[in-house]
């Protein structure tokens, strides 16, 4: 092993760390952010030479996250006002600028990891991944019985830790199902446990129902029928046990159903104040193309909601944090051309993860999470949600491309035993 595929080891070693841990140990995983920029930045100047062919999606990936740091950046310097801290763009948009440029270079570094040195260090990644979920993990359930909260506070904020706990439990499953390990499968139901176990104490409906339909459709894609038609009541189990034994999660779908049946006379509910939100967020967002400062987008939803939405008192409540859909919440404050570029960094990562074709189960684990979770909240305004997306980017980036490599390999091996018949 030369020092240069140590190096780029060791970078790519410090991605779990990012993605697994800066949620609930911060410091760590910021420090081991800017260390692997630091180690891949200097890799690609010594090594571009003899470096892995640039992708031209990826690289239009990352200048895509540049772009969307660029335009958070110029929200704040026009817009930007750290007097007023009771609004939450004005604190958080001056914090997350500063951490998506560092990922766009990131996400670009990563991609030009030569291939050879991603399959060699193959295990040593998958090992990583596995110990930082199982940390965080822990640390989350730790967390869920150290504090009197009824719902798991991990983080910080409840239903942010249980989105970041399906992106994080849905990438370790993919990394142990695309590289091929003894008990695979048991690896796979242990952390798909642990995921929705978190995910239960969390009580977010949204996470609850969004994660076993993906490991449902994993499951369906990668095992033939017969072996799915005997996992089937295990699966069941797995997912209906937790939901069982949590009182809050049943309580809280229960109330979902009310608030649902009841919107047309009382909207001033969690699930009502969303879509009174929404309808003021589009109607501000086309007043103010070009963006507006946290200030004026309340006193405009302030006016409107009270004017078209019955003064939805629990719309009126949230509207100082953020509107509860990502792409509203940018065109809302930073106009339409942001909003344009986040839609844009949804079509790349799915483009990003098309093999021969056919779309892979990356884009299921990776992009449709955060879509459906950026329709009813937001991720771009936090920190720590900023680094175990892009970090979970960078190992998909990684992953797909072992993926790739394993398909080769298993053809050549294939083609090799095979007679030629003439």
């Known amino acids: 092993m030369s020092k240069h595929e140590f190096f780029y080891g060791i970078s790519m ?27 891949l930045t200097i890799q690609f100047v010594v090594c571009r030479e003899s470096g892995y062919p640039l992708n031209k999606t990826w690289v239009l990936i990352a200048a895509t996250v540049g772009c969307i740091s660029l335009c958070q950046l110029g929200w704040v310097v026009h817009f ?28 670009f570094l990563t991609s030009a990891i ?49 989105y970041l706990a399906t992106i994080q439990g849905l990438l370790c499953i993919y990394a142990i199902n695309t590289i091929a390990v003894r008990y695979k499968r048991c690896l796979m139901a242990l952390v798909s446990i642990v995921t929705f176990t978190i995910i239960v104490m969390t009580g977010t409906r949204s996470a609850t129902l969004l994660f076993p339909i993906i490991l449902l459709f994993m499951i369906l894609k990668s095992m033939a029928l017969k ?14 046990v937790p939901v069982i034994a949590s009182h809050q999660i049943r309580d809280r779908f229960v109330e979902a159903y009310h608030e649902i049946s009841h919107e047309s006379t009382n909207n001033s509910t969690s699930i009502g104040s969303r879509f009174s939100m929404w309808n003021s967020g589009l109607s ?14 309340f006193n405009d939803i302030t006016q409107y909601i009270n004017a078209n939405e019955k003064g939805n008192a629990e719309a009126l409540r949230n509207i100082p944090y953020h509107l509860h859909n990502e792409l509203i919440e940018i065109a809302s404050l930073q106009g339409i051309i942001p909003a344009a570029f986040m839609l844009t960094f949804y079509a790349l990562t799915i483009m990003a993860f098309r093999k021969q074709g056919r779309t892979d189960l990356a ?16 991720l771009m305004i936090y920190p720590k949600a900023i ?27 294939s083609k090799a035993v095979t007679p030629e018949v003439y």
């Not at 991605?15 to 692997?36: D, K, V």
């Not at 501000?284 to 987008?297: D, I, M, N, Y």
Request: with cysteine; net charge positive.
């Open 80 to 107: 930007g006002d750290k007097s007023v801290t009771g609004l939450l763009a004005n604190t958080q948009y001056a914090k997350t600028y500063k951490f998506l440029m560092p990922f766009s270079l990131l996400v």
């Open 363 to 378: 884009a299921f684990t990776f992009t449709l999470p955060i879509v459906v979770f950026g329709i009813g909240d937001v």
């Open 387 to 413: 680094f175990c997306v892009f970090a979970a980017l960078c190992l998909y980036s990684l992953l797909i491309r072992i993926d790739s490599e394993v398909s080769t390999q298993a053809e050549n091996s």
């Open 114 to 162: 030569p291939n050879k040195v991603i399959y060699r260090f193959r295990f040593a990644l998958l090992g990583m991944i596995c110990l930082a979920f199982g940390v965080g993990a822990g640390e989350g359930i730790y967390t869920y019985f150290s504090e009197s909260s009824a719902r798991a506070n991990i983080g910080g904020i409840s239903t942010t830790a249980a």
């Open 227 to 240: 072996d799915v038609i005997k996992i089937v009541p295990a699966f069941i189990a797995l997912l209906t």
């Open 13 to 39: 070693l410090l991605l779990p760390i990012i993605a697994f841990l800066a949620p609930t140990e911060w410091i760590m995983g910021r420090n081991a952010m800017f260390l692997a920029l630091f180690i």
């Open 284 to 297: 501000t967002s086309s007043k103010h193309l070009l963006g507006q400062s946290a200030e004026s987008r």
